[in-house]
């Protein structure tokens, strides 16, 4: 093996100078999102199979998810829901090669951000 010099090594850059531009961020939080959706989808299974069990026990979980705690992880799934869907458009888009120029990205990236908020907002007062 090559006798080599580690010492004289340039490092590589990390988390300290570095900057998180909007598309690495709303990139990590659609991966995130879509891991909430599927704790949002096991929480109405875990519903859907109280009701199935009996009144008792549909009683403790409907409970549980009409409370203001069930609410607000409701709230996040659509929200997560919602932004998920917008994300996946924009992939869409990026995937026929359009708006890959960085401020067309900036502005997919807000209007994900934005939209997905007005929709959950749309969605929790249409129902």
């Given at each position: 093996?090559a006798d080599v010099n580690?010492?004289?090594?340039?490092?590589?850059?990390?988390?300290?100078?570095?900057?998180?531009?909007?598309?690495?961020?709303?990139?990590?939080?659609?991966?995130?999102?879509?891991?909430?959706?599927?704790?949002?989808?096991?929480?109405?299974?875990?519903?859907?199979?109280?009701?199935?069990?009996?009144?008792?026990?549909?009683?403790?979980?409907?409970?549980?998810?009409?409370?203001?705690?069930?609410?607000?992880?409701?709230l996040g799934s659509l929200?997560?829901?919602?932004?998920?869907?917008?994300?996946?458009?924009?992939?869409?888009?990026?995937?026929?090669?359009?708006?890959?120029?960085?401020?067309?990205?900036?502005?997919?990236g807000w209007g994900m951000?934005?939209?997905?908020?007005?929709?959950?907002?749309?969605?929790?007062?249409?129902?």
């Amino acid at each position: 093996m090559a006798d080599v010099n580690r010492g004289n090594r340039p490092l590589s850059p990390h988390l300290n100078i570095y900057r998180p531009q909007l598309n690495s961020m709303t990139s990590i939080l659609v991966r995130i999102s879509g891991n909430a959706l599927l704790v949002g989808a096991i929480v109405i299974v875990w519903w859907l199979l109280a009701a199935a069990t009996g009144a008792d026990y549909f009683a403790v979980v409907d409970g549980l998810i009409t409370s203001w705690f069930g609410d607000l992880v409701m709230l996040g799934s659509l929200w997560a829901l919602w932004y998920h869907t917008l994300g996946g458009i924009r992939h869409l888009i990026w995937d026929q090669g359009y708006g890959l120029d960085t401020d067309t990205a900036d502005k997919m990236g807000w209007g994900m951000i934005i939209g997905s908020v007005v929709f959950t907002f749309l969605t929790v007062i249409a129902i």
